[in-house]
C-alpha cells in the first residue's frame, strides 16, 4: 500500500496505513519535519517506502541518505577535496564554501540543485550552472591537479543529475 506524503499540519495522529490511532509516529525527511506520512510501529515500513516514493515524485533526496549512493558519495567527497568555484549573484566567483548538510538536493523549475555554505550563509546552487563554472575553471585553470579535480567534478555532477533523474530512492531500492 503506497500513500503520497502530505502535509502535515491539522492533522489527527493516525496511521495513514491500519488506521490506527495507536503509537502512530510521524515519518518526514530530515529537512522538512512538516511533510511526510504517519505509521504506526506495525506499518513503519510502508511508511519509510511511501514516503521515499513521494521524494522521488517530487525530485528531493534527503541530506541522512546522500551517503547511501555511491555517486552523491563521490560527488561530496570531491566537493570536500575543497575549492570548487561558486559564481555570486554579482556575477563575482568565490571560493571556500562547503556542501550545506541540512538543504536537500532538490529538483526545481531551473533543474537539480543542491546547498553549500560558507560563514553561516547558505546558497542554492544549481547542479547546471556548477558545471557551467567548473568547466571555466577547468578551461582557465594552469594547474594540473586543479584541471583533474574540475573534470571530476564535472563528469560527478552529470551522474548526480543522471541518479537524480531516475529517481534516487528507486536506483537505492534497485541495487
Ligand atoms: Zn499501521
Known amino acids: 500500500m503506497n500513500i503520497e506524503a502530505y502535509r502535515l499540519v491539522f492533522i489527527q495522529i493516525k496511521c ?3 488506521h490506527t490511532t495507536n503509537g502512530a509516529k510521524l515519518i518526514t525527511p530530515s529537512y522538512d519535519t512538516l511533510y511526510g506520512v504517519q505509521a504506526c ?6 511508511g519509510k517506502i511511501s514516503l521515499q516514493k ?3 515524485k517530487i525530485g528531493a533526496i534527503d541530506p541522512l541518505d546522500f551517503k547511501k549512493h555511491e555517486d552523491i558519495e563521490n560527488f561530496i567527497n570531491l566537493l570536500n577535496e575543497g575549492n570548487f568555484p561558486i559564481k555570486r549573484t554579482s556575477g563575482e566567483i568565490e571560493y571556500d564554501w562547503t556542501l550545506d548538510y541540512n538543504i536537500p538536493i532538490r529538483k526545481y523549475e531551473k533543474g537539480w540543485s543542491f546547498g553549500v555554505c560558507k560563514n553561516q550563509i547558505s ?3 544549481y547542479i547546471n550552472d556548477f558545471i557551467d563554472n567548473c568547466r571555466y575553471e577547468e578551461i582557465k585553470s594552469v594547474d594540473e ?3 583533474n579535480l574540475m573534470k571530476n567534478l564535472i563528469s560527478s555532477s552529470h551522474k548526480v543529475i543522471e541518479i537524480s533523474n531516475k529517481g534516487f530512492y528507486k536506483t ?3 541495487s
Open 172 to 174: 537505492l531500492s534497485e
Open 145 to 147: 591537479s586543479r584541471q
Open 123 to 125: 546558497k542554492l546552487l
Open 16 to 18: 495513514d496505513f491500519c
Open 54 to 56: 513521494s521524494l522521488d
Open 41 to 46: 510501529p506495525d506499518c513503519y515500513e510502508c
